[in-house]
């Protein structure tokens, strides 16, 4: 397997300007949102580093499962995805939420379980 380190991630690598104990934190807002039938994402753009947005994407099972994922917007090298980690059949089972909207949160329900996503 591929495997990688701190110092090969970028990201981990910006992550650990910050000092161990400090009470600083790394605060993402979102700047775009966008829905489509089998996902929702959001771009997230921190104050200290505007030159490396992340894309939060989340994808909604029957049963009301989500599933969230944070991924680097231009990564030199894809994320590793641990599909083994995922209950057989998950990938299949992909359905439509209900969304609501708002100027500070968006609201997805499916099943009985709700996930409010709030900027």
Same mark, same amino acid.
């Given at each position: 397997h591929d495997f990688r380190t701190c110092s090969s991630t970028s990201f981990c690598r910006r992550a650990r300007t910050v000092s161990e104990g400090s009470t600083a934190k790394i605060e993402y807002h979102v700047t775009e949102f966008s829905s489509a039938a089998d996902r929702v994402t959001a771009k997230l753009v921190s104050e200290l580093d505007r030159d490396h947005p992340l894309l939060l994407t989340v994808r909604t099972y029957h049963g009301g499962a989500f599933r969230v994922t944070i991924d680097e917007l231009q990564?030199?090298?894809?994320?590793?995805?641990?599909?083994?980690? #995922? $209950?057989?059949?998950?990938?299949?089972? #992909? $359905?439509l939420p209900t969304i609501e909207e708002s100027s500070t949160s968006v609201k997805l329900q499916s099943s009985s379980r709700t996930l409010v996503i709030t900027f």
């Open positions: 990564s030199p090298r894809p994320r590793f995805q641990a599909s083994q980690a #995922l $209950v057989d059949g998950l990938e299949t089972t #992909l $359905v």
